[in-house]
């Protein structure tokens, strides 16, 4: 993913009214076939934070309630939120691909490719100082290919002004609990990055 651009703007700048457009404008989106499948476009949950959480793409739940993470997995991460004393009140979380792909299989590499500038402009727009990557295909998104998530999750990578940190998806969790340990220790790390931030 090449720099999103990132400009000089605090938090508290945020450019809400065109947040608000942004998403009007995304929600119109026909650029690839997955809208014509789907609902509706899932855009984000939580509000515009200094954290900012990115997964693949809506699920069925997803696409049903027009939210993302809010599943089996996204129960699981909620539960992951509050066990560093966090909540979607305190974070952004959005996806890769907005539109739910047929049986949740994973975006295609021309469904990311069209999807990409709303993401972009998403980036633009919330200006995230902690990005947390959910699974390989974000990590691979918005670092770079060649991530390998059970070789590099853990490891914080430093990218267009953001510290981004890829983790597994909460939904390889459910499949292998033994997963859970090792983001737990990353969680505990974004939690203390965090705070660090705030407090400066």
Known sequence: MEAWGRKQVTFFDLPGQDLAVWE?????????????????VVISDGVPSRLM?????????EDRLGKPFVGAAGQLLDRILAAVD???REVYITNV????????RLPTTEEVRLCMPFLKRQLELIQ?????????LASQTMIDQSVRITRDR???VEKSGARIMPTFHPAAL???????????EDFKAVREEYDALVSR
């Open 174 to 184: 459910l499949r292998d609990p033994g997963k859970k340990k090792p983001v737990w």
């Open 128 to 136: 995230p100082a902690i990005i947390v990557c959910l699974g390989a």
């Open 24 to 40: 009007q404008e995304t929600k119109q989106c026909r650029r690839c076939s997955l809208r014509a499948g789907c609902r509706q």
């Open 154 to 156: 853990g490891t914080w």
């Open 53 to 61: 959480l990115v997964g693949e793409a809506p699920g069925k739940e």
């Open 97 to 104: 691909v907005k539109c739910r792909p047929p049986g949740n």
């Open 86 to 88: 966090l909540s979607r």
